[in-house]
């Protein structure tokens, strides 16, 4: 099926996103590894998984509009500190939560009600799950302060 070619084009720009976006959750994730913050490792590589799913969902529906998708990712700078992490990943969610608002007015625009469904759950797993969760961290740092932060984010290796 013949997809309308500015939503095609939209979706290549958003797995793009989504591939840089799991590219970082994985830096980031592992480096929290690294530093035994294994909470922190735990939640933000299941956040990696999700990422990859919905880079999968979009790249199913690009090929299946006939699109050619574009599998590089976007560029980014992954954070060093564990703030550093949360705060350029709040940064993404923030950034990815307009772009897929946009994908769905356009979905809407050209009658492509199919891709505005996938975006939808997107949007929605961005901002009830992703978003608020990160949020949720940075307010926690500034109330604690990073060391008794930090110090609960140590858990056990799974």
Partial sequence: MKGHPEVVDYLKFLLRGELAARDQYFIHSR??????FHKLYQRINHEMEEEGQHADALLKRILFLEGEPD???????????????????????YAVR?????????????????????????????????????????????MLGSTLYLQAQIGEPE
Avoid: N
């Fill in 31 to 36: 480096r929290y590894e690294d530093l035994g």
């Fill in 71 to 93: 599998m590089r990712p976007d560029p980014f700078e992954p954070g060093t500190t564990v703030e550093e992490m949360l705060e350029r990943d709040l940064q993404l969610e």
């Fill in 98 to 142: 307009g772009h897929l608002a946009r994908g769905v007015e356009l979905c809407e625009k050209h009658g492509d009600f199919v891709s505005r469904g996938i975006l939808v759950a997107q949007m929605e797993d961005t901002e009830e799950d992703h978003t608020r969760w990160l949020e949720q961290q940075l307010r926690l740092i500034r």
